[in-house]
């Protein structure tokens, strides 16, 4: 039987530390959250590796030290209200539940969506909305924003129609391009129509379903 706390802290020391997540507040949330049951059943021994896990309808779960960077570069508070765009199993949904006042969650695949709610139950979250729907382009319902986590990739870069979702001073992070060449930015909101962005690593990272894809050459 696997050690899944031993597993939890050696990933957090071997994999996230390592990867200039210094936040004692996102390392908190990180050692707090059981990955594990995230994690589908296929792939139990693998929930604190440094790897893409696949999930049903093609996803994959994000691997914890981008999960660790991208939580420490929103530099989140408790009274913020963050956009998660992409649910996948609930996993970062769950550790931004511990360092923010209020989530609203959206996952455009139906089983996902209630695969989360499964995994969320029981975690006593309060202030967490969870909804399925296709948030690519964000999600009006319960905008702004102080932060927005998008999980997966803008080929074309980030549109500004989700940027806009933001309050002032408020940060995205988002996966953009198309493979080799994929970055993790943040985009920061200064005013009406001002922003900043910033390229924090590359990676990979699937699209998101119904973003914007370049157009295809036929000759």
């Not at 059981?34 to 929930?47: C, D, I, K, T």
């Not at 360092?99 to 089983?111: A, C, K, R």
């Not at 996902?112 to 969320?120: M, P």
Request: hydrophobic share 40%; charged share 15%.
């Amino acid at each position: 039987m696997m050690n899944f706390q031993l597993a939890r802290s050696n990933m957090v020391a071997q994999q996230v530390r390592p990867w200039h997540v210094l936040s004692e507040q996102v390392l908190s949330a990180l050692l707090q959250v059981q990955r594990e049951n995230f994690v589908p059943m296929a792939y139990h021994n693998l929930a604190y590796s440094d790897t893409d896990i696949p999930l049903s309808e093609g996803q994959t779960m994000l691997p914890p030290k981008i999960v660790g960077r991208a939580l420490q570069a929103l530099d989140l508070t408790m009274q913020d209200k963050v956009l998660e765009v992409g649910t996948g199993t609930g996993y970062v949904t769950a550790c931004l539940a511990k360092l923010v006042g209020e989530v609203v969650s959206v996952e455009i695949q139906p089983t996902l969506l209630v695969q989360a709610q499964a995994n969320l139950k029981g975690l006593n979250l309060r202030h967490l909305t969870l909804s399925q729907g296709d948030a690519v382009f964000g999600w009006d319902e319960h905008a702004p924003y102080d932060a927005i986590f998008v999980t997966g990739s803008y080929p074309l870069g980030v549109p500004e129609k989700i940027c806009e979702q933001l309050r002032t001073g408020g940060k995205l992070f988002a996966f953009t391009g198309v493979e080799p060449t994929m970055r993790a930015v943040l985009i920061e909101r200064h005013g009406k129509s001002q922003y900043s962005t910033n390229t924090l690593f590359e990676t990979v990272v699937p699209a998101l379903i119904h973003a914007p894809q370049p157009k295809i050459f036929q000759f």
